[in-house]
Structure formats: C-alpha cells, structure tokens
C-alpha cells in the first residue's frame, strides 16, 4: 500500500511501521528494537532506522521469531468441547467446529484445521488461513509436540511412563510418548499428562488402552508450545504475536 503522505511507500514501507502495524510494538520501542540489533530482514541483521521493506516477499524477524506482516492472514485456538466433530461442515447435521467458526469468525476466511480430535476428545484445535503455516504444522516431519491430559481408570504403575517412552507395538506400527507423568490420583482412577509428536487417529487412546489403561476422558491442552491456558470449551481466541512466531519457529518458517 503507498502512503500518499509519503511517497518513498512505494519502494517499501519503513521497518519500524512495519512491527507497530503488525502489532509487534509502538513506533518508538520498534525503532529501539532495530537499533538494538534485534531485528532481521531476510536473515540479515538491520540496525538503518530508514531501511523500506516490501512486506509481500520480504521475512521479517524480531529476536528470531517470525513477524506476520500479512493482514488478511488469521491465527485462532479454538477449545472443542466433547461431541463435537473436527470438521468445518457435516453432512449428517452433527455439530462441528465449523459451526463455531462461521458464528465467531467474520466473513469466508478458508480456514485450514490443525489439529483434528476425535468427537469424545476436548482441547485445542488451531485454526488458519495461512496454508504453509497448516502443511507444516500437520506433517509428520516437522514433529511437532502436542500434549493432553487423560483420565484412566486404575492406579497407574511406576514404570509406565518408562514403557511408553521406549515404545510400544500397535497394529499400524510403533509408537511413542516424549514425555510421561502422572499429575493426580484418586481412588480408581490417575491423571496422566503425556507429550507425544504422533498424529495418527486415537493414538492416545489406542496406546493407553494397549497397555491396560482405558481413557476415561481426554484433553489436548498443547500444541507446538500453544497452550490451552483457561479457555472455555466452545471459546476462539486470536494467537498472540509471540505464539504465531512460535509456530513459524516450530516448522522451519
């Protein structure tokens, strides 16, 4: 876009309106940033408080997390409650999260899912419109964590964590946990947290239950280091800045 006040829009808008349109700082504390060295042009560290960027191939970085300078581009976390289909219509008129979304999110925005949970599971789903961001997050190469909490019935032994950590046989080939513990216990029943970068259908549920532990109940509370935090099931929030530069940190981007 040229600015009619100025020209010189027309090579490039300044870096330091770049960050305050991007939500990144005011003006002042962007133009700090630059002269602090913190901030990079195309991998290239810029300090030149006049330096003009072109914000449709240019990539911006501010202490190395990536800067979304693209406006139209749309970053959500949705909490799905239990019962609801991970999908942006169904044909059978069960409801889904596109439900959700055409009553939260203003106009056709062509939103990619991140993240898809079976009907019996909650937790969070990350939703854009921002394609390479989506292809890299859900490809398997990029492994990218994703962390639940579930109810099992019984007294989890001591070494589960440890068995699941090295592995065990399912039908459709091994699988693993990155991360294992248990968070409470009352009779009959312990909640576990399990950190795991798998994304092959019901894998926690199929892993719990091949080792004797039925899921009761299951939460995705994490994905690539976005957290559910207090969310009401049914609740879409934008991602922070900070969080949208996570996940481009997370996938190479």
Do not use: W
């Amino acid at each position: 876009m040229v600015d009619e006040h100025d020209p010189g829009e027309a090579q490039g808008i300044r870096l330091q309106k770049v960050l305050s349109q991007a939500g990144i700082a005011s003006r002042r504390a962007a133009e700090k940033l630059i002269r602090d060295g913190r901030v990079e042009v195309d991998g290239e560290v810029v300090t030149e408080l006049g330096t003009r960027v072109d914000t449709d191939v240019s990539v911006v970085r501010v202490d190395g997390a990536r800067v979304v300078v693209d406006d139209s581009l749309v970053y959500l976390a949705l909490n799905k409650p239990r019962g609801m289909h991970s999908t942006m219509s169904d044909d059978r008129g069960r409801p889904c999260i596109g439900d959700v979304v055409e009553h939260r999110v203003r106009g056709n925005k062509k939103l990619f899912h991140v993240g898809r949970l079976d009907a019996d599971t909650e937790g969070l789903i990350l939703l854009t419109n921002d394609g390479e961001l989506a292809h890299r997050l859900m490809h398997p190469s990029h492994e990218v964590p994703k962390t639940y909490l579930a109810t099992v019935a019984g007294t989890v032994p001591r070494g589960l964590g440890k068995k699941l950590r090295a592995g065990i046989e399912l039908e459709d080939g091994p699988a693993r946990v990155d991360d294992f513990a248990v968070v409470d216990a009352i009779p009959g029943k312990t909640l576990v947290r399990l950190t795991l970068h798998e994304g092959r259908n019901r894998i926690v549920r199929r892993m719990l239950a091949a080792v004797g532990f039925p899921v009761e109940s299951l939460v995705r509370t994490e994905i690539g280091g976005i957290s559910l935090g207090k969310q009401r099931p049914g609740s879409i929030r934008p991602l922070r800045h900070d969080e949208i530069g996570q996940l481009y940190k997370a996938v190479g981007l």
